[in-house]
């Protein structure tokens, strides 16, 4: 059901495709821990990125030659031809001729869609501006099953929720599992309207706040993301909100024991440093996580 398919939101995306790909990741995590396996080999991934990344490009490079295959790296756009005034629409085409799979980021929102009515092999959206971030979500739902639990869950999407492309996707993703949502994020900071339609429409329970202290003692996740400067079309309306939420330890007092905190990072100011020490924290542990669920997005894709 996966086999050069592409992976450009999580509305598409069926609970059971979600549990193979997170039962898959599961197997691979020896490989993604430096076990060596060539079942990649041969196959080659090529990376656009047109957008800041560590974590997405790095996991994705990680992921393929750890399993055995290779990359190419269009590198920053001054160095490509697209200096040259190249379409991304010809860029795609161009490089689905020489790769078994693309990897994309875009500041534009559809860029990845865009990519994959033009691409003769898969794209996956690596982020897509304020839209997705489809494997992110993947990521992110691995962690919560290994470090929490996904049935029953209570979770707080705490932050940029506007702009924000991880708890997009991530709160579509949601809906599947029947989690209890509640959205933390200043006014002008909201939930598109049309996420919001679509989750009541899928009979999720969903509550908003602003107020992180009244919603921190009654979950079981708090996924705390950055505000998105970079996507604010005016710097005034951006520093009003920049510091809306900083969790310290003492937010934490009265925690429910098992209570776990995520973030895609990179974080700014809204995770304090002190926090690390805490029991709770798992936002690095996440971060390599990112690895075994893209070998096994990648596998699926490419081997079926
Ligand atoms: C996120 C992104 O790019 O959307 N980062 C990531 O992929 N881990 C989150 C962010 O930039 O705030």
Do not use: W
């Amino acid at each position: 059901m996966f086999k050069k398919r592409h992976v450009l939101t999580m509305r598409e995306f069926s609970r059971e495709e979600i549990d193979s790909v997170l039962d898959l990741a599961e197997k691979l995590e020896p490989n993604a821990r430096g076990e060596h396996s060539n079942i990649l080999s041969g196959k080659i991934l090529a990376l656009l990125f047109f957008e800041p990344s560590t974590r997405t490009r790095m996991s994705f490079e990680t992921a393929m030659k750890r399993l055995g295959g290779a990359t190419i790296d269009l590198g920053a756009a001054e160095g490509s031809s697209i200096s040259k005034g190249e379409s991304l629409a010809d860029t795609v085409r161009v490089i689905g001729n020489y790769a078994d799979a693309i990897v994309i980021r875009h500041p534009k929102e559809g860029a990845a869609r865009l990519a994959s009515e033009l691409s003769p092999v898969p794209v996956l959206n690596a982020g897509d501006g304020a839209g997705h971030h489809p494997t992110q979500t993947l990521l992110d739902l691995y962690t919560i099953k290994k470090e929490s639990h996904l049935d029953a869950l209570s979770i707080a999407l705490v932050g940029d929720l506007k702009y924000g492309r991880t708890v997009h996707s991530l709160a579509y993703a949601l809906s599947l599992y029947e989690a209890d949502i509640t959205l933390v994020s200043p006014p002008s900071l909201r939930m598109p309207e049309q996420i919001r339609a679509d989750l009541s429409s899928r009979g999720t329970k969903v509550r908003e706040a602003c107020d992180l202290a009244t919603v921190v003692n009654n979950v079981d996740v708090l996924y705390m993301t950055r505000i998105q400067g970079e996507r604010f079309p005016d710097p005034v309306e951006y520093s009003k909100v920049a510091r809306s939420y900083s969790l310290t330890p003492e937010f934490l007092a009265g925690a429910r024991e098992k209570l776990i905190i995520m973030h895609p990072l990179p974080r700014v100011d809204e995770i304090a440093p002190s926090v690390d020490a805490t029991p709770f924290a798992r936002y690095f542990q996440q971060s390599f996580y990112g690895v075994p669920i893209r070998m096994a997005l990648l596998k699926m894709l490419l081997e079926g």
